[in-house]
């Protein structure tokens, strides 16, 4: 389930899908489907609390079991003590970056899971070859919109089914 060309595509220009008052769609909880998701584990991982609030919001909202950390380290130790279906990960973080961290987790990975996905506001090209060549399963360009949380959250519900 390595990255794919259009996992890696930077999101379409925000201004051009806007509605009234420049809302995008998908951009707020209410615009959040009910979905069961409660089957699923997840780990965010950004040293920015805001994120970190934003997306355990977003996956609580929709049923995934969330737990959150602010560095590469305290990812990998959690890692080690549990089993996660997702993980979100911050590329760029001070001290052991996501890229760094995401090898390592990928190292430790037995069978399909964790499915691990970037999350950057990097919408380089380079930043997505190299989560590429890493091993990454996505990449998602920040600010996160939950319709590309839910695409990663149902390809690992998928995952854990098949």
């Known amino acids: 389930m390595a ?3 259009t996992d890696c ?25 009910p979905a ?6 997840a780990l965010v991982v950004d040293d920015i609390p805001t994120n970190l609030k934003v997306l355990s919001h977003l996956l609580s909202k929709l049923g995934v079991t969330v737990e ?7 990812a990998l ?16 973080m001070p001290a052991m970056s996501g890229y760094e961290t995401g090898e390592k987790i990928l190292s430790m990975r037995k069978g ?9 506001a990097d919408e380089t ?8 060549q890493i091993g990454f399963d996505g990449h998602l360009t ?6 590309g949380v839910g695409k990663f959250l149902e390809r690992a519900k998928a995952a854990l089914i098949g």
Do not use: W
């Open 125 to 132: 090209d380079t930043a997505c070859e190299r989560t590429r």
């Open 9 to 33: 595509a930077v999101q379409e220009d925000r201004r051009s899908r806007a509605g009234p008052a420049g809302k995008t769609p998908l951009e707020s909880d209410s615009d959040l489907e």
């Open 112 to 120: 399909k899971f964790p499915l691990l996905v970037a999350q950057t």
């Open 3 to 5: 990255v794919t060309p």
């Open 142 to 147: 920040k600010p996160i919109r939950p319709a």
């Open 68 to 74: 959150t950390c602010e560095s590469g380290e305290e």
């Open 77 to 92: 130790k959690l890692c080690e003590s549990r089993e996660y279906h997702i993980i979100l990960m911050d590329l760029h």
């Open 36 to 41: 069961d998701f409660s089957n699923l584990r």
